[in-house]
């Protein structure tokens, strides 16, 4: 059973989700300026912070494992450097084919100068809402991480969520190693909204 003090927390996190998301439609002229509000409190009593996505590949190993794994994303309606942290696990539309979406890790943010270990390559700036995301198997060739490596920064807007919580199989579970800010501010939502045994009945093998 959560704390008051979890729940609090939750409920903060639902109010700043909420408006966000309401916040987005807004500015795409999807919902009006009386729509804005109750837009708000509807999206706060309906729906959760987090949603299962179904992950394979080795890409992500051993952070999410060479096997298939179901994981627990927590939705980000907007990403941004204060949403997102440097050293998050993240999805993102795949840049090849935006019906698809990557779990790679976020390794550099608008700001950042990125230096090849190739000279011929010159170094350049990240622009702004520009990200440079990684697959955590160093193992593998750039073409085989399919990240940043092989196709360039790309668009913050493409995040669409972090992976908090990563199950393998009934057996081998647990949280996903994220920045220190995000795993703490994460933590109230896998007290109320992890269910592994749901995560485990829509798992494929």
Same mark, same amino acid.
């Given at each position: 059973?959560?704390?008051?003090?979890?729940?609090?927390?939750?409920? =903060?996190?639902?109010? #700043?989700?909420?408006?966000?998301? *309401?916040?987005?439609?807004?500015?795409?002229?999807?919902?009006?300026?009386?729509?804005?509000? +109750? %837009?708000?409190?509807?999206?706060?009593?309906?729906?959760?912070?987090?949603?299962?996505?179904?992950?394979?590949? #080795?890409?992500?190993?051993?952070? @999410?494992?060479?096997?298939?794994?179901?994981?627990?994303? =927590?939705?980000?309606? @907007?990403?941004?450097? %204060? $949403?997102?942290?440097?050293?998050?696990?993240?999805?993102?539309?795949?840049?090849?084919?935006?019906?698809?979406?990557?779990? =790679?890790?976020?390794?550099?943010?608008?700001?950042?100068?990125?230096?090849?270990?190739?000279?011929?390559?010159?170094?350049?700036?990240?622009?702004?809402?520009?990200?440079?995301?990684?697959?955590?198997?160093?193992?593998?060739?750039?073409?085989?991480?399919?990240? *940043?490596?092989?196709?360039?920064?790309?668009?913050? %807007? +493409?995040?669409?969520? $972090?992976?908090?919580?990563?199950?393998?199989?009934?057996?081998?579970?647990?949280?996903?190693?994220?920045?220190?800010?995000?795993? =703490?501010?994460?933590? *109230?939502?896998?007290?109320?909204?992890?269910?592994? *045994?749901?995560?485990?009945?829509?798992?494929?093998?």
């Amino acid at each position: 059973m959560a704390s008051l003090s979890t729940w609090c927390r939750y409920i =903060r996190h639902k109010l #700043e989700y909420s408006f966000s998301l *309401s916040w987005k439609s807004y500015k795409r002229g999807l919902i009006s300026d009386r729509e804005l509000y +109750d %837009t708000v409190w509807k999206n706060v009593f309906q729906g959760k912070l987090t949603y299962l996505h179904w992950n394979k590949g #080795e890409a992500m190993a051993p952070t @999410i494992g060479e096997q298939a794994s179901t994981l627990l994303v =927590r939705k980000i309606p @907007i990403a941004d450097p %204060t $949403r997102v942290f440097l050293g998050d696990v993240i999805v993102l539309k795949d840049p090849d084919n935006s019906e698809n979406y990557l779990v =790679r890790r976020l390794a550099a943010t608008e700001g950042y100068e990125m230096v090849s270990k190739d000279e011929k390559d010159e170094p350049f700036v990240l622009e702004k809402d520009q990200c440079w995301v990684l697959a955590d198997n160093d193992k593998l060739k750039p073409k085989e991480a399919k990240d *940043s490596r092989l196709f360039g920064p790309v668009s913050m %807007t +493409d995040i669409v969520g $972090r992976v908090i919580y990563s199950l393998r199989t009934a057996v081998d579970h647990g949280p996903v190693l994220n920045s220190h800010y995000s795993m =703490r501010k994460d933590s *109230s939502l896998l007290e109320i909204e992890l269910d592994v *045994s749901d995560m485990m009945k829509n798992h494929k093998a």
